[in-house]
């Protein structure tokens, strides 16, 4: 699976939107990118994830550019519930399992 | 949605004994698992697949004599940890990847709670 490379950490405000960058610059054809977040001492939960177009569900948006080479993943209003640790993950079709990264910490403050 | 349920959510055993830790999808039957290991503050590293009806399939550097697997039916999977010593104290997490969708890359996992491990 490609790698990915992701902020360590960022802030965000309470009601703001939050943009999490993530980039693959080696994915391949064949490789999905998955957004998954966990909240302290949880499993992880999943997010949204996408192949080649952006997509949007309750949770968030994914904007996936046009070479594939990165995405960016949308939370349009953050909660303090949102603080957590998301993670980037590309992985390839006909294979189920998912490598993690360090992931991205984001704090919402009030 | 799919749920996966993992039992213990935490235990505490004493150093040499063995732990078993199952995790069973509620909703939806899973030909396969994987299973994850967590220390503090590190990420998810996967330690291994849990294919149902075969043998495991270990993640390089996790001793399979050690983390014992097994995945008798479509719903349960369980990971015994064996003569438990205090480095194997950590979050163990297992996610299951529905029959229905096969290994396509659309297809979503859905990770358990986790289950913390201490031996004392």
């Known amino acids: 699976d490609a790698k990915t490379t992701q902020p360590t950490s960022m802030d965000c405000a309470e009601g703001r939107a939050a943009n999490l960058p993530c980039n693959h610059s080696t994915i391949s054809g064949n490789e999905y990118v998955y957004w998954y977040r966990q909240i302290h001492s949880q499993g992880p939960q999943y997010i949204i994830h996408g192949l080649k177009n952006n997509e949007t569900n309750e949770m968030a948006s994914l904007i996936i550019t046009e070479d594939r080479k990165s995405s960016t993943l949308i939370l349009p209003h953050a909660t303090l519930r949102d603080t957590a640790v998301y993670y980037c993950i590309v992985r390839a079709d006909s294979w189920g399992k998912l490598q993690f990264g360090a992931g991205t910490q984001v704090v919402v403050t009030p | ?120």
């Open chain 2, 1 to 120: 949605g799919a749920v996966v349920s993992q039992h213990p959510s935490w235990v505490i055993c004493k150093s040499g004994t063995s732990v078993k830790i199952e995790c069973r999808s509620l909703d939806f039957q899973a030909t396969t698992m994987f299973w994850y290991r967590q220390f503090p503050k590190q990420s998810l590293m996967l330690m291994a697949t849990s294919n149902e009806g075969s043998k495991a399939t270990y993640e390089q550097g996790v001793e399979k004599d050690k983390f014992l697997i097994n995945h008798a039916s479509l719903t349960l999977s369980t990971l015994t940890v064996t003569s438990a010593h205090p480095e194997d104290s950590s979050f163990y997490i297992c996610s299951a990847l529905p029959a229905a969708g096969g290994f396509s890359g659309a297809n979503v996992l859905t990770f358990g709670a986790g289950s913390r491990l201490t031996v004392l």
